[in-house]
């Protein structure tokens, strides 16, 4: 079992910055990859980034590619979005994912309790 906690979370007006960090305890021997979802009220939870550790392999939905980067802290328990140049549309709960497999789906063992970002016009 891995445990996450996700942190960074906030209000910002539009065209701002957030930073959120993810810290990883517990097993995670068996990490290789971790990954950030989100989900606005009213709509699906949709993936937004995710990092392999041993490949340094970086995915990104399309939605946020130029304005998010994500990243690996030096320990291998740690991930950070960087979101920059945010929009309303960025509004959402925004969760950390951990498990053995980069992958675009919902196939995470591995899930944060979430941190809330909201973006005002």
């Known amino acids: 079992q891995v445990q996450l906690v996700e942190s960074g979370g906030g209000l910002v007006q539009a065209g701002g910055s957030l930073r959120l960090s993810c810290a990883a305890s517990?097993?995670?021997?068996?990490?290789?990859?971790m990954g950030w979802f989100r989900q606005a009220p009213g709509k699906e939870r949709e993936f937004v980034a995710a990092i392999s550790w041993s490949a340094g392999v970086v995915y990104y939905v399309d939605s946020v590619k130029g304005r998010f980067t994500i990243s690996r802290g030096n320990a291998k328990n740690t991930v950070y979005l960087q979101m920059n140049s945010l929009k309303p549309d960025d509004t959402g709960v925004y969760y950390c994912?951990?498990?053995?497999?980069?992958?675009?789906?919902?196939?995470?063992?591995?899930w944060g309790q979430g941190t809330q970002v909201t973006v005002s016009s």
């Open positions: 994912v951990a498990g053995a497999t980069l992958t675009r789906d919902e196939e995470y063992p591995n």
């Open positions: 517990g097993r995670t021997s068996s990490t290789d990859a």
